[in-house]
């Protein structure tokens, strides 16, 4: 393991940094698609690059690695090397999603042409063969995993609209007296979309959240609240826990995935009346899917602060009020 007082990270492609990153290729699934351990690293490599400082030490960018969505991040790691196994689960698992995201970009029905035609324009530039751009590379490559893919799509899909508006624009005079650029609004679109269902979205997914963290065993909640509310670093709650550092990334990843699958399947089942709160019926795959999306964009949507107070223990020495900064 890379010596965390270093000064300054260890550089991409030295032993150092393969044996930081080394526990978590098997974390990401990557093999799966046939991803090699040297093009993982090299993702991880220009994530790092990318985001953190070069005085960034090993426990800094252990810590970083543990936020990405690594799942995400080989995905799209193999499509842009052109694996067909990972293209045919990208297609089938993201092209639906893609229209109905286009279709809250364009407001429109998810199943207009406009909708179709926007989202499937999108798949000649991830693919990398896009005419606009020779000698590109696919889009994929300035995916860096610190959001889900989802999110990084519809960004994408909200900027292609704005770029074809201004395109648009070059050529078309608008008429005198017009009060509000259509660049300015698909910018806000892109921002927030106006959808009315949104602050409810929101509040259910925040129901969820809180019954899925309620529902946590002990020490998984301990590993939660040393992770996020004392912001220990991974290999601090190893120490805590007796267990080695990538155990640790492993485990609070283990976490992160139920929680979201409890809340999945709590936003899909609906919620009966209980104490005070109204019944909610389920929603749909894509009204899950804008639930994440929002909350994403709200600042009050995170573990951290929605975690339930625990008592202080003996193993972390302080009581769980203490205020932590924001990870990346």
């Known amino acids: 393991m890379a010596d965390s007082t270093k000064p300054s990270r260890p550089l991409a492609g030295s032993e150092s940094a393969r044996a930081m990153f080394a526990p978590f290729y098997e974390q990401s699934g990557a093999a799966a698609w046939g991803l090699s351990v040297e093009s993982f690293h090299s993702a991880l490599g220009r994530c790092v690059a990318k985001v953190l400082p070069v005085s960034a030490d090993s426990a800094a960018i252990t810590a ?84 889900s893919l989802k999110t990084w799509l519809r960004a994408v899909l909200a900027q292609r609209h704005i770029d074809r508006i201004r395109a648009t ?30 602050d409810r979205y929101l509040r259910l997914l925040r129901r969820a959240l809180h019954s899925a963290l ?71 795959d894509a009204q899950i899917a804008l639930c994440f999306e929002y909350a994403a964009e709200d600042s009050s949507i995170n573990i951290d602060a929605l975690l339930p107070p625990i008592a202080p223990t003996a193993e972390s020495g302080k009581p769980d009020s203490v205020p932590a900064r924001k990870r990346p």
């Open 214 to 284: 309620a529902a946590l065993d002990a020490r998984d909640m301990q590993r939660l609240h040393l992770y996020y509310r004392e912001d220990k670093t991974l290999a601090e709650i190893g120490r805590l826990l007796g267990e080695h550092e990538s155990s640790v990334s492993r485990n609070l990843e283990r976490v992160r995935r139920s929680l979201r699958g409890a809340v999945e399947s709590m936003l899909r089942a609906g919620f009966a009346v209980t104490n005070g709160s109204p019944a909610e019926p389920g929603l749909s």
């Open 169 to 198: 624009r070059r050529f078309t005079d608008l008429e005198d007296g017009e009060a509000v650029s259509m660049v300015e609004r698909a910018a806000s679109l892109k921002a927030d979309p106006p959808d009315p269902h949104r």
């Open 64 to 147: 970083f690695l543990g936020t990405l969505h690594l799942e995400d991040l080989v995905l799209s790691c193999a499509c842009a090397e052109g694996s067909e196994a990972a293209w045919e689960h990208f297609i089938t698992t993201y092209r639906s999603y893609l229209r109905s995201a286009a279709s809250v970009v364009l407001r429109c029905p998810i199943g207009s042409p406009q909708a179709i035609e926007l989202a499937d324009s999108l798949f000649a530039d991830l693919y990398g063969i896009a005419e606009s751009k020779p000698g590109h590379g696919s889009l994929f490559c300035y995916f860096h995993g610190r959001s």
